[in-house]
């Protein structure tokens, strides 16, 4: 199997490393349109430097791409991979609009190839043994939920990038970038999302980016279950995301790596949990190598991939309906929306 990656930023080298340390497949080659980026990349994974997406998949016909590239260009690029026959694995976001995932959906639809997302953190031990937990019926009814995510983000992170804080580009700030981990991990804990009443606002960068530094949202998930939501860039350092469940018999907390369980009777318990080397940063979490490994494994024996568009549909919608919701002002249902768009929306 080959395999080629398109993007050669920070997140492209955790990609390079997983993929000539634990996967069976060759790097063939490595797209960015900075000519210095793609050389240094191929340099440092002993792959072929291009700095043109269309010329890398045609020198060297690979099985598979790796999409590590800003927001704006993931599903342009998975169009024209997949309707090659190319199977993609894509960083977040997977959409930056409500066109984008019809689009998205259109070429999965009518491409033999397979598409795998990387939310790499429902790989995590920690919110792999809290699922375990909420599914045994051990932790009883779930309550309600929260999730917080306090991290610290300069101008210099946006003006150095050329694309992070304009929002054509990046799609939105710190919900689309930093927190939709989070988002989407309280959606994997709690359910199908019902409805969602979110608020925006750019406190500290006015002058510097054209997206929000915080967002804060309300949202029903069915079962009677609400969950509070609030990110933020506008803190002083990086903070470990916080993920609490609060459930009849105990109350479920997540910190990044770490999970304690809080009964009502004020004991404390940490259950042992097996951790993996943190191939990035810790806000990645653990779960890059395994949800890479998966991916390929999938690709091999041709089971299915969890993390493919059909099964994130629901956390996606979530998203996109938070923006929808803190624009309008209004309440916007994420399970009844007519999501798919006309036959004949634009391409």
């Known amino acids: 199997m080959k395999s080629a990656i398109a993007g050669c930023g920070t997140i492209a080298q955790l990609h390079g490393r997983v993929l000539t340390d634990w996967i069976d497949t060759s790097l063939v080659g490595a797209a960015d349109i900075d000519d210095g980026k793609a050389r240094a990349y191929a340099e440092t994974w002993h792959t072929n430097a291009y700095t043109s997406l269309e010329e890398?998949?045609?020198?060297?016909?690979?099985?598979?791409?790796?999409?590590?590239?800003?927001?704006?260009?993931?599903?342009?690029?998975?169009?024209?991979?997949?309707a090659q026959g190319i199977h993609v694995f894509m960083e977040k976001p997977p959409v930056i609009s409500r066109e984008q995932l019809y689009r998205l959906q259109q070429a999965v639809k009518n491409s033999g190839a397979r598409l795998g997302l990387c939310y790499?953190?429902?790989?995590?031990?920690?919110?792999?043994?809290?699922?375990?937990?909420?599914?045994?019926?051990?932790?009883?009814?779930?309550?309600?939920?929260?999730?917080?995510?306090?991290?610290?983000?300069?101008?210099?992170?946006?003006?150095?990038?050329?694309?992070?804080?304009?929002?054509?580009?990046?799609?939105?700030?710190?919900?689309?970038?930093?927190?939709?981990?989070?988002?989407?991990?309280?959606q994997y804990l709690l359910g199908r999302p019902l409805a969602v009443e979110a608020s925006m606002a750019n406190h500290h960068l006015k002058s510097v980016i054209e997206v929000e530094d915080t967002m804060e949202a309300f949202i029903r998930f069915e079962g009677n279950i609400n969950a509070s939501f609030y990110a933020t860039t506008a803190y002083c350092a990086d903070v470990p995301p916080l993920i609490e469940v609060a459930c009849e018999h105990m109350t479920i907390r997540i910190e990044e790596m770490e999970l304690t369980l809080l009964y009502p009777d004020g004991r404390r318990e940490k259950p042992?949990?097996?951790?993996?080397?943190?191939?990035?940063?810790?806000?990645?979490?653990?779960g890059h190598r395994d949800c890479i490994s998966d991916f390929y494994h999938a690709l091999q024996t041709g089971s299915e991939f969890p993390l493919n568009l059909q099964?994130?549909?629901?956390?996606?919608?979530?998203?996109?309906?938070?923006?929808?919701?803190?624009e309008s002002g209004q309440v916007v249902r994420v399970d009844s929306n007519p999501w798919e768009l006309p036959a004949d929306a634009p391409a």
């Open 311 to 326: 099964n994130m549909e629901a956390s996606i919608r979530l998203m996109l309906a938070a923006y929808e919701s803190a």
């Open 56 to 82: 890398m998949l045609c020198q060297e016909q690979p099985d598979v791409l790796h999409i590590c590239t800003p927001h704006y260009l993931h599903v342009p690029m998975a169009e024209y991979a997949l």
């Open 272 to 286: 042992r949990l097996e951790h993996r080397e943190a191939l990035g940063k810790s806000y990645w979490g653990t």
């Open 120 to 186: 790499q953190n429902r790989y995590n031990p920690s919110i792999r043994t809290a699922l375990h937990i909420l599914s045994s019926g051990k932790a009883g009814k779930i309550l309600g939920a929260r999730g917080i995510v306090t991290w610290h983000r300069d101008s210099a992170y946006y003006t150095d990038s050329g694309w992070r804080g304009k929002l054509a580009a990046e799609g939105g700030g710190v919900l689309i970038n930093q927190a939709v981990h989070t988002m989407d991990l309280l």
